[in-house]
């Protein structure tokens, strides 16, 4: 897959904290300038970060975010600010941006214990070396040792304006640091051994797209290749056949959604059985929880309120999946007379408590962190979260057989099903 077609949401989120004229812009374009394959950068208004998709070798495509300084004043900085701190929630690691010549100060100390209390891997970048009064290597070993004992991280001294002095060692220590949620959050990968069997179902009907598979479907053939396993697709008609013809049990059958109940009927019982949009809920989120949402539905009584929360504002279809469809899942699944209630953006309404229960988006556009700052906010809020693909699932009443390759989210069912 080209740089080009890696979704942002799936690339590595690195963002650069710091005051003011510490340099952050210029560490980015210094880490750029480096790589030939950059993409056209994504520009924010004033207020907003800015965003830059590139290729960073090895570690491969990465958004890296430049913010607004911690020490911005005024009524604007206090929003830019807030826009900053807001930037965590979706970052994978971090670089701290420190003025050489100005030293650490309290707001680096903050946003140090910020990213810790994240867990969000980071390194101290000492910036601006090269304006250092000559003969003070005294005074930079004095902030590395600040940098390490009071931020608690590693120190890079750098010159990022001037000949890229440090900038090689930045990213070899960034490709160090780079958290390895790739294998800890594989697609499927992780379930599966090298020579394991996997069929794939694919309908090819009047919605998929022409001369290609979608990308869910190129991601998950993927992650099977890497793990050596066998990945064998095939169509919901010549299902039957292809089992039959495998010569051994598959390890598991993955399904588009809309044909799950055919597909179903055709696997034998023993073969574990789930779909896309279960496994990408997985991936993305967490399961568990978005089962233990799904149950919600069942409880849902006369006059009770749903919040359905799309997290980007995208072209709405006549018969679109959020206004349209869900709401009329749920009603004739449950029969009553539910309030919904529609939101969309990064934040839930701060009324959020009222609801009983938030069908959330797939999330396509979101990274893994961000989908679980999501839950977790619901969590925060004593409501119940459910996804799309998950909920559909339910209603269809499809959830339990596509989650039976999933111990915890089995468990999660069986355990809300009895409360
Ligand atoms: S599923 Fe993707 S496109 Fe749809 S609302 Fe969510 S983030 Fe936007």
Same mark, same amino acid.
Do not use: C, G, L, V
């Given at each position: 897959m080209s740089m080009n077609e890696t979704p942002r949401s799936n690339r590595l989120h690195i963002a650069l904290f710091g @005051? @003011?004229?510490?340099g952050k812009s210029s560490v980015i374009n210094a880490i750029v300038k480096q790589d030939i394959a950059v993409v056209s950068p994504v520009l924010g208004t004033t207020t907003d970060p800015v965003y830059k998709a590139m290729e960073l070798l090895p570690i491969g495509p990465v958004v890296l975010i430049d913010t607004a300084g911690l020490d911005d004043e005024g009524e604007l900085g206090e929003l830019r600010k807030q826009k900053t701190y807001e930037v965590l929630n979706k970052t994978d690691m971090a670089l701290l941006i420190i003025d050489s010549t100005v030293g650490v100060t309290a707001f680096d100390r903050d946003i140090a214990d910020k990213l810790r209390s994240k867990s969000i891997p980071a390194i101290a970048v000492l910036n601006k070396i090269d304006l250092l009064p000559h003969g003070s290597e005294e005074s930079l070993k004095q902030l590395a040792v600040a940098a390490k004992e009071e931020l608690n991280l590693l120190p890079i001294p750098v010159s990022a304006a001037v000949g890229q002095q440090g900038i090689s060692e930045l990213k070899k220590a960034i490709t160090q640091a780079v958290p390895d949620e790739e294998d800890k959050f594989r697609i499927v990968g992780d379930l599966l051994s090298p020579g394991d069997l996997v069929v794939l179902v694919v309908p090819i009907d009047k919605a998929a797209p022409k001369g290609r598979l979608i990308l869910p479907q190129q991601q998950v053939i993927r992650d099977i290749l890497e793990s050596d396993a066998i990945s064998v697709v095939t169509k919901e008609h010549e299902l039957r056949q292809t089992l039959e013809s495998l010569g051994r049990k598959p390890r598991m059958v993955i399904t588009d959604s809309q044909v799950f109940l055919k597909v179903a009927a055709d696997t034998p019982k023993d073969i574990p059985l789930t779909s896309f949009s279960i496994l990408f809920a997985r991936h993305k989120g967490d399961l568990e929880q978005l089962v233990r949402g799904a149950r919600a539905i069942d409880g849902l009584k006369d006059g009770d309120k749903v919040l359905i929360a799309e997290s980007c504002t995208h072209h709405q279809q006549p018969d679109d999946i959020g206004k349209v469809k869900i709401p009329r899942w749920i009603l004739q699944a449950t029969g009553k007379q539910i309030q919904f209630d529609f939101a969309n953006g990064m934040k839930f309404p701060d009324n959020v408590r009222d609801y009983s229960l938030i069908v959330h988006c797939g999330g396509c556009m979101l990274n893994r962190r961000q989908m679980l700052w999501r839950i977790e906010q619901a969590e925060e809020a004593g409501v119940p979260i459910v996804n799309y693909g998950v909920a559909i699932a339910h209603v269809q009443g499809i959830l339990e057989r596509a989650i039976s390759p999933f111990p915890l989210a089995r468990l999660a069912w069986e355990e809300s099903g009895v409360l």
């Open positions: @005051r @003011r004229n510490a």
